[in-house]
């Protein structure tokens, strides 16, 4: 099993990068996908979902209307647009694999993780 997350990078205040997660190894297309981030010294905090299907999501309060979360089943990848980036998302950014409904909130029902890809804001 493995998530393959890429697209980190140093990026000014208000503006945009996207993050993918490229998955192998498990049935793909049977697992809603989470994004979470963890900056220094705070805990690992969920940023959004997505189900199986990609026919719906769930956000965190902090990136809605921000970021968008969308997967392409065919590619087994899934992607984490961001726009409109802050100082305070700047934090390592984990994509992670999970059965069941959407959400967010409990990292311990995510059941496959890959490693992170580091996103720096700053001017």
């Known amino acids: 099993v493995q998530l393959q997350a890429s697209g980190g990078g140093l990026v000014q205040p208000g503006g945009s990068l996207r993050l993918s997660c490229a998955a192998s190894?498990?049935?793909?297309?049977?697992?809603?996908i989470g994004w979470f981030h963890q900056a220094p010294g705070k805990a690992r905090e969920g940023v959004a979902c997505?189900?199986?299907?990609?026919?719906?999501?769930v956000y965190a309060d902090s990136v809605k209307g921000r970021f968008t979360i969308s997967r392409d089943n065919a590619k087994n990848t899934v992607y984490l647009q961001m726009n409109s980036l802050k100082p305070e998302d700047t934090a390592v950014y984990y994509c992670?694999?999970?059965?069941?409904?959407?959400?967010?909130?409990?990292?311990?029902?995510?059941?496959?993780w890959g490693q992170g890809t580091l996103v720096t804001v700053s001017s």
């Open positions: 190894g498990f049935t793909f297309d049977v697992y809603a």
């Open positions: 997505i189900s199986s299907s990609g026919s719906s999501d």
């Open positions: 992670a694999a999970k059965g069941g409904s959407i959400q967010v909130v409990d990292v311990r029902t995510y059941v496959y």
